[in-house]
């Protein structure tokens, strides 16, 4: 028994992300000023910061999540059905055990917590805690949910969960688009989008029967000795864990402590488009770690180095061009998408694109380091950040604001990445630092000149006065880096070798179209 293609894997989980992430940002721009609109900031801002308060409950996972595809992957390599299956049913008991603790942990923060939170008046608090019981539900029940996303994504199976979560977030959108539009509020708002993630568990289900047809769950399979050696892996997962909710979560709990829920809701734009950076950046960074298991099980310490290089020097080229699109055109997209009174979330945006670079180009490099077995590396480096975050954003949002809490995220960021985590992952696959740099970082600075001196020509002589035209303005930019990209930052090899890589995605993509392609040499039947 064997997985889907690695390679195959890539190349569709790929797609199907950019396909997801086109949803998102179509929908975002589009929902986003509309549900602000309806809610009013206050109202929006209280949502984010109540949501915020559910990412804690995230650290219940205890770093099970990654653990578990670990554990899965090794048992799919040596085909043990049998073990697969208990590992599965092991998980779905301790999975549902901490979904009771977190709806417990939910009752304590309604009672104890909201209540006694800055800023919120009476009404708040009683919506607030009304919106905590509502999400908390759903986050309860998608604890032994986890088992299944954990095992398509074990068995490289992406395009599978993306092309649901493509779905379910279609779904989602028509529906936070009609219950606001008949003129309901926050509370049937969040009852309504809390009722499509649950019955989105199911289509999770089946996607994991696709990808293991023979998954049999028995909770008397339960094995200590199973959660005995998950867990050994996992505890500096968890520890990642928090640091990574720590920085997601702690801004919205900062700025609404110290400005007020208003300040919330402005500074979520800045959020939504340092997350659209990300994500359009790094669809290939979250498909790699079941791939780095597997290429370390077999000791393939070359094509891990070709995976830290290309990877890194791929992430970073991307990003590096998505950033300076974003922030050439950050303000006059701001006012164009928000209107008037969002100002306040330009100059945080600054500082967050820089952490936003500085967390893409570390995608591969923490994949190498945790598949490699540098988990505990990894654990401490980002315990640090998240200590060295909530330090900064609290000394600096008094005197700066949203600026300088976001500055309070970036620094940590940027400063692990280089200091430590570049040194680490190039001792892991024998490559020098300096050579690294030099392979990975040209290409991404070759294109920067051009394509900067055109946006700031475009911003001088044609200020583009809709969406529209900063789209059309922004693509002219994306077009000179590209092309500056191709033609002078990469090697002819490099260059030869990534131009074969797409003409293979391309005849892939061909050939799954074509319903009479049945030989394995391609050849069409009669």
Known sequence: MSATSPAR????????KYALLGVHIASGIFLMPFTIRHLGTSEYGLWMLVASMTYYFQLLDLGYGNGLVRQ?????????VGEINRILSTFVVVYSAIGVIALAGVAAAMIWIIPRFPNLTPEQIARAQVVLALMGVRVAIGFPMTVFGAM???RQRFALNNAVAIAVALVNGGVTYLVLASGHGLLALVSATTAVGIGS????AWTAKRAFPQMRLRPSAFSSRLVRDVTTFSAYLFL?????????????????????????AVYAITLRLADFQRQLCSPLNDLLFPIVVRLEAGGRTEALKS??????????????????????????????WMGPGFEGSIAPLYCLAIAGVALVGQGPLGNILLGTGRHRLVAWVAIAGAVTNVTLSLALVGKYGMAGVAAGTAVPVAAATLFILVPAACRQVDVTVGRFARLVAVAPTVGAVPAVLTCVALRASLPPASIQAILVEGAVVGLVYAVSVCAFGLEGSVRSRYVGHVRELVEVSLARLKPNATSATGAASP
């Open 9 to 16: 894997s890539l190349m569709t989980g790929t797609l199907t």
């Open 72 to 80: 899965i992957a090794d048992a799919d390599a040596r085909g043990d």
């Open 152 to 154: 398509t994504y074990a």
């Open 201 to 204: 568990y199911g289509l999770y």
């Open 240 to 264: 990642i864990g928090i640091a990574i909710q720590v920085d997601l979560s702690l801004d919205n709990v900062v700025i609404g402590a110290a400005l007020g829920t208003s300040a919330v």
């Open 307 to 336: 995976m830290l290089i290309d990877g890194t020097r791929i992430a970073l080229t991307l990003v590096v061009g998505v950033t300076i699109c974003l922030l050439g055109f950050a303000s006059p997209l701001i006012a164009r």
